[in-house]
Nanobody
Framework: QLQLVESGGGLVQPGGSLRLSCAAS????????FGWFRQAPGKEREGVSC????????NYADFVKGRFTISRDSAKNAVYLQMNSLKPEDTAVYYC???????????????????WGQGTQVTVSS
């Protein structure tokens, strides 16, 4: 079974940066698209970004476009989310998720993903 473990969260000041990592194990990542999602207190989980199984296609939510970058490293079995120009409204628990896919596409939709990590807290505050 695919297992996902996030890391890299923490406390950062507005305007700062963080890099989240998602370590995957259990199966070859070559057949999986990955997504990053987040959930703030009292709010529903929302999609942030996704990357196709080849890494050739990515999608971003409008509220992170130009600030966040998703990437993957098959050799390290890892997926990353580089977050720059962080804002207080980015504060949330961030989750990595994976979905087995035939086509080289990805969608940022919670229900499309069957494997989830435990989450890592990101707090943006001065």
């Amino acid at each position: 079974q695919l297992q996902l473990v996030e890391s890299g969260g923490g406390l950062v000041q507005p305007g700062g940066s963080l890099r989240l990592s998602c370590a995957a194990s259990g199966f070859s990542l070559d057949y999986y698209a990955f997504g990053w999602f987040r959930q703030a207190p009292g709010k529903e989980r929302e999609g942030v970004s996704c990357i196709s199984k080849s890494g050739g296609r990515t999608n971003y939510a409008d509220f992170v476009k130009g600030r966040f970058t998703i990437s993957r490293d098959s050799a390290k079995n890892a997926v990353y989310l580089q977050m720059n120009s962080l804002k207080p409204e980015d504060t949330a628990v961030y989750y990595c998720a994976a979905t087995l896919t035939v086509e080289d596409i990805c969608v940022i939709r919670t229900k499309n993903y069957g494997s989830w990590g435990q989450g890592t807290q990101v707090t943006v505050s001065s």
